[in-house]
């Protein structure tokens, strides 16, 4: 941004000094009534470049350096629209205004801008839609086109696929807990056997022991309990 700031004046009936400019940057919008600074980003960004460019001309009228932060919290604007504004904009035609800072006033705890409305722009405004250039419409390929049909058409066909697919198949966690269950219940029928084949050994060999040293014993059927006991004794005497 090019501009020139002048030297400030001294206003003793404001109590104020004034900075006027050479070249003074133009603010384009539709506004007549102020520039939409807050709503508007690329125009907040200009006044942010504008500020920062009279900053540095105007800081050797400064005893210390002043900080845009500092600036941009004790600024205020003034707008000043001009007679233009009330000039009429021709036929089929939109009027933009192109705002100017006239100048700057420092007073003691506060700095204000004040804009006047340089000029108006004329634009046009169209009143037919613009051509179709030729061969545009051929260049579109059927397939970005879909009927509302064929829309419907491709819904149903995905859900008759699913509705084919069958049941949906229990997950693979679930028939691993199945067949770790089995394999338990498998683990538990061979140790009772186990320990069934090696009670009927034990017994076994005690009633041997028991015929080699005392011979038959009488009402043996039925009194297997007492076989087991007699038998156990003998073993421990003879150990």
């Known amino acids: 941004m090019t501009f020139k700031v002048g030297p400030p004046v001294n206003n003793p009936s404001k109590l104020c000094y004034t ?5 003074a940057p133009i603010f384009d919008c539709s506004s007549f009534e102020q520039i939409p600074f807050d709503t ?16 540095q001309q105007a800081s050797r009228y400064f005893s210390k350096p002043l900080k845009p932060e500092v600036f941009f919290t004790r600024l205020s604007h003034v707008w000043c629209p001009t007679e233009l504004v009330d000039a009429p904009p021709p036929e089929k035609a939109i009027l933009r205004a192109q ?6 006033c420092f007073y003691a705890n506060r700095y204000e801008i004040k804009w006047v409305v340089s000029d108006l722009e004329t634009q046009d405004i169209p009143s037919a839609p613009l051509p179709v250039p030729p061969g545009f419409v051929d260049t579109i390929e059927a397939t970005e086109l879909l009927s509302p049909q064929a829309i419907e058409e491709g819904a149903q066909g995905n859900m008759s696929e ?14 691993t807990e199945e ?44 009194s297997d309990s007492e076989l087991s006991e007699e038998g156990e004794e003998g073993d421990g005497k003879e150990s």
């Open 40 to 55: 508007t980003p690329h125009l907040q960004e200009q006044l942010r470049e504008y500020v920062d460019t009279f900053i």
């Open 162 to 175: 699913v509705v084919e697919a069958g049941p949906i198949p229990f997950s693979v966690s679930r028939g």
């Open 99 to 104: 705002w100017i800072p006239a100048h700057i």
């Open 179 to 222: 067949s770790e269950r089995r394999e338990r219940a498998r683990q538990r029928v061979r140790q009772a056997r186990l320990r069934a084949a090696l009670a009927q050994l034990k017994a076994e060999r005690m009633a041997e022991q028991y015929y080699t040293r005392y011979g038959t014993f009488e009402g043996m059927e039925g």
């Open 19 to 23: 900075f006027t400019f050479e070249g």
